[in-house]
């Protein structure tokens, strides 16, 4: 039997299918398997390893941008310093979760989901996985499917074209592909962008080659924030370990909810706070306004946090500089400027952002039917209309990814259990109020996400079609009742002239 052939036999059929072994898949096979036992499931991922995003990003200086008290799951206590943690140290936290629910027997690695048909008739989705080893493809079955793939394109990060690209003689890198034997070390490093990714490059890089410019066509709104929590750290000390986590989570959600709040009721007094903080961190005379104050308001793109002001110290000691101007092209040995300034560079890094694909780019049908993902509503943030026995986790933009993900996971397993009571077979969310209008489903004016939002389907104007980046609305919504109107349910008849997976309505299962 081939391996392809042994895993298809093994997974044959499943009620849940995770797509995903990062934040997300983990989170939802925690509470699968301790909310229902009794269900079967398993994850699968085209990588060779779990994490996600925090596997395949390799480049220097890898971190969260989100403290790990909110940013951890809600069912496992961050044990570590670290508040902003490093990718290693991510990794071992997932790793842990993996082994205290014994999720490795659940995990498929190295199994690409292509296409997924969703049968009425069946109840079910027939899911094509491609072996990539060997390209190997088959299908297997299951009850329902679930996307933890995020929202990036894993295949390749987003490089706009630079004009004489082809004359740079020295090496091109985008962070997404982070080469393991580039040497840096005493060489001079342009990293082109902004945002967090270059923010976090800047510093990384700054103490082992010889310089680095952060060259960047615009600034962004840069928080320094302490890399290990006082407060957390403290409350460690003094009290029971996960009555301590518990404790740090809730303050440290509630101020990430407060700065937002004020970011969006005050955006003036909030940009003359960071403004404070960014002057205090810089030599004097530093020419902040020119290199860190944004055309935006605060949050109206994500901010950036700098672990215990780095980037900031980086710039004073003279390691590092920021150039804000724009690209008029590549040069044998730099770049060019449009003040006619040319930036020496050994090593250029394109850190110009992500590609966004939604749930990993599978094909979806139902019935036979192409899914045109655009053409449809995002429900309560989890599942999209018309599309049976299909959800999904998408975390926050403004603030931990995670707290989205806690919630959907709580909430698509009460929806199971609602399903199990009342016989039902599919469960499907129906757009069918004429006021519902449609818009981005990020609304958020970032360039990545402009680029791709045509792709996802839309939020609808109203009721539970919004997407909401509020964690408390959010709670409400998704930790109450499973039942609503929007949603369509099918029940399934097993009997002596029913074959199992057969459907019916819920009037003729009843009668």
Known sequence: MSAAAEVARRLDYV???IVGAGISGIDLGHHLKTKQPGRTFAIVDGRDAIGGTWDLFRYPGIRSDADMQSFGFGFKPWTKDNAIADAHEILDYLHEAISDDGLDRHLH?????????????????TVTLERTGDGEQFDVTCGVLFSAAG???????????????????????HPQQWPEDLDYAGKKVVVIGSGATAVTLLPSMAGKAGHVTMLQRSPSYVLPVPRQDPIANTLRRLLPETVAWRVSRRININRQRLILALSRRYPKQMRRLIRKFNAGALPAGYAVDTHFNPRYNPWDQRLCVVPDSDLFKAISSG?????TDRIVRFTGHGILLESGTELDADIIVTATGLNMLPFGGIALHVDGQAVDLHDHFIYKSMMVSGVPNFAFALGYTTNAWTLKVDLVSDHLCRLLAHMDRHGYATVTPVADDPSLTGRPFLDMDTAYVNRAMHLF???GSHGPWTVSQNYALDRARLGGPVEDPA??????????????GATATPEEAAA
Do not use: C, M, N
């Not at 690695?109 to 989705?125: C, I, M, P, Q, T």
């Not at 929202?151 to 890198?173: M, N």
């Not at 390691?319 to 150039?323: E, K, L, M, W």
């Not at 949603?487 to 199992?500: H, I, Q, Y």
């Open 319 to 323: 390691a590092a500089s920021v150039v």
């Open 457 to 459: 389907p839309q939020q």
């Open 109 to 125: 690695l190295g199994h690409k989901v292509l296409r997924a048909d969703f049968s009425s008739d069946k109840a079910r989705w």
């Open 487 to 500: 949603l369509k349910f099918t029940a399934t008849v097993v009997g002596p002239a029913t074959a199992p």
């Open 151 to 173: 929202y990036y394109d894993y295949a390749g990060g987003y490089t706009p074209h630079f004009e004489g690209r082809e004359d740079f003689r020295g090496p091109i890198v």
């Open 15 to 17: 009620d849940v299918l």
